[in-house]
């Protein structure tokens, strides 16, 4: 059985990537990710405000007050800070024989361009940009935080040579379009969805709490019927992230003509060996309905498959409700 892919011109020996996250934050976790049949590894990302404080630090440090002085420096903190992370993606990309994949999660247009410039020089085979612009004010459109993503996809295109890939959220009210626009910004591939970190309220001591970081299987939905939408409109790469939790939500995601598909939650849940059975039981799967090959079925019930019963378009759920 060949379960091989191309996926962002880098050649993956299957489509069961590990998703960026505390699993893939250190050597040993990658390594077993890996062992484990990964095909390929997002590595846990370096946000824009770890560069931002690394900065900020060598601002403090350094005894200058001109603006001039004070730039450069800025540029210094950002070469000498966040150092131990190119360490960590050379040494996974030395380590490890399929595709590694660096992460930067950015929210504005600063300086995270230059480190995105010195990933490449390590040796990632990739980057993934997470890109979640929020809009916490009134003047803020949908239109400027669209704006402000496509911007950063086109910095990131003109930075690097690498393939990248953009994960973003699952909250625009018009994907088809704004997917256009990051693939003509350049972008290699589109990784839906990023989960973002949940919000919740603690009401007998009435402050804040995170809310649960890990999904659950029943929110894989909305990424399954993008998936189907946006692989008929689009030449990008896909990839699904967010509720993907077993072979059957991967072979959906492939049918729905998706390139591969992201694990994270399951595996916080039942450990690495998931992905071993996930390729077991896509194999199994694959050998039953006799494909010997992804591409055998990859895309057969996409959007333009779906034309008459409209499942992909079915947001108002008419036909259940009619029974
Ligand atoms: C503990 C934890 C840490 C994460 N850290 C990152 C991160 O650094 N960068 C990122 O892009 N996504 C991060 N994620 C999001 C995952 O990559 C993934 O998109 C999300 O968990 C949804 O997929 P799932 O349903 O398979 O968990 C993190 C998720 C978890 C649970």
């Given amino acids: ?27 040993a976790g990658v390594r077993e990710a890996v062992e484990a049949g990964a095909g390929a590894v997002v590595l846990k990302s370096l946000f824009e405000e770890d560069i931002a404080a690394g900065v900020e630090r060598s601002r403090q440090n350094a005894v200058v007050s001109h603006p001039e002085a004070e730039a450069y420096m800025e540029q210094l903190g950002m070469l000498l800070e966040p150092d131990e992370y190119l360490t960590f993606v ?37 980057i993934e940009l997470n890109l979640s612009p929020l809009a916490l004010e009134q003047k803020t459109s949908a239109m400027d935080i669209e704006n402000t993503l496509v911007n950063m996809v086109k910095l990131a295109r003109e930075t690097v040579k690498l393939p990248f890939a953009v994960k973003i959220g699952q909250n625009f009210s ?33 402050q804040f709490k995170s809310g649960n970081s890990l999904s659950a299987p029943e929110e894989f939905g909305p990424v399954l019927r993008w998936i189907g939408i ?10 699904a992230s967010t509720g993907v939790y077993d072979a059957s939500g991967l072979i959906k995601v492939l049918l729905a ?54 499942f992909f378009q079915r947001l108002q759920y008419v036909k259940a409700l009619k029974g």
């Fill in 257 to 310: 003509g998706g390139n591969a598909a992201q694990f994270c939650s399951v595996l916080y849940r039942n450990g690495m060996e998931v992905i071993t059975q996930v390729l077991e039981d896509l194999s199994s799967w694959m050998e039953k309905h006799e494909f010997s090959e992804l591409s055998d079925f990859r895309g057969r019930l996409s959007l333009e498959d779906d034309k008459r019963n409209a």
């Fill in 174 to 206: 018009a994907l088809p379009h704004l997917v256009n626009r990051i693939q003509k910004a350049g972008a290699d591939s589109i990784t839906l969805f990023n989960r973002y970190y949940m919000v919740d309220i603690d009401i007998e001591n009435m």
């Fill in 90 to 126: 050379e040494e996974c990309a030395q380590s490890v024989d399929v595709p590694v994949i660096a992460s930067l999660n950015c929210h504005s247009e600063k300086w995270w361009t230059d480190y995105a410039e010195r990933i490449e020089k390590v040796g990632a085979d990739a």
């Fill in 1 to 27: 059985m060949d379960l091989s892919t191309r996926f962002m011109n880098l050649s993956l020996p299957n489509p069961v990537i590990v998703s960026s996250s505390g699993l893939t934050a250190n050597i």
């Fill in 230 to 239: 946006i692989s008929d409109l689009t030449d990008l790469d896909l990839s």
